[in-house]
């Protein structure tokens, strides 16, 4: 199976500009979570999608922004880039849903600098 | 209020003795926990997970211990292996929150030859 892929890999914005990050799970998974790692907060959660539907949300600005689409794939957005918001974006993928296991399979993240 | 907590930032380990790297956690509601290993620059990989109903998992050289009144887990990685140095993270789930993982800091685990 095909793991989790992300794209771009990596992405220079300038302050003010917007960004669209994208997401492919691992085929069957329905469940994308997304996170933020930076040297001073390490990793966190921003949110998660399950059939469509957001099911979780971490502590982001309204800025930072999601959905996800029929074929599970996903896209992450954000708005009003700040200096602050360079990191690496992370990806993850869960088959969810009754029965099914709990571990979340990541992608290579997308290294988002901003200028 | 950071929920996950790893106090070691690193571990040295002489390759094939025994690696053991602790993690705490103060929310109760935690059910599930799950360790993974990160490079620079890539996504973190999973290793093994736990659920709050047992007290031990192993999958091959790692094995997870959870301690549930001292709210204490640990991963044992025998015999460490150069290729286990890497940074490793401790994360945890409330099990109607499953998608949200929380993760502790990392420790780096470097094995020398």
């Known amino acids: 199976k095909a793991g989790v892929t992300q794209t771009p890999r990596y992405l220079i914005k300038t302050r003010g500009q917007q960004v669209t990050l994208s997401c492919s799970p691992i085929s069957g998974h329905r469940s994308v979570s997304w996170y933020q790692q930076t040297p001073g907060q390490g990793l966190q959660f921003l949110f998660e999608y399950f059939s469509e539907t957001q099911r979780n949300k971490g502590n982001f600005p309204g800025r930072f922004s999601g959905r996800q689409f029929s074929n599970s794939r996903s896209e992450m957005n954000v708005s009003t880039l700040e200096l602050g918001d360079s990191a690496l974006y992370l990806c993850a993928s869960a088959q969810r849903g009754r029965g099914a296991s709990y571990e979340q399979y990541f992608g290579p993240g997308t290294r988002l600098t901003v200028t | 209020d950071q929920q996950v907590k790893q106090n070691s930032p690193s571990l040295s380990v002489q390759e094939g003795r025994i690696s053991i790297l602790n993690c705490d956690y103060t929310?109760?509601?935690?059910?599930?926990f799950l360790w993974y290993k990160k490079y620079p620059a890539e996504g973190p990989t999973f290793l093994i997970s736990?659920?709050?109903?047992?007290d031990k998992n192993e999958d091959g050289r790692f094995t997870v211990f959870l301690n549930k009144s001292a709210k204490h887990l640990s991963l044992h990685i025998v015999p460490s292996q150069p290729g286990d140095s890497a940074v490793y993270f401790c994360a945890a789930s409330a099990g109607n929150q499953g998608g949200k993982l929380i993760f502790g800091q990392g420790t780096e685990l470097s094995v020398k030859p």
């Open positions: 929310n109760s509601m935690f059910d599930y």
């Open positions: 736990i659920s709050s109903i047992k």
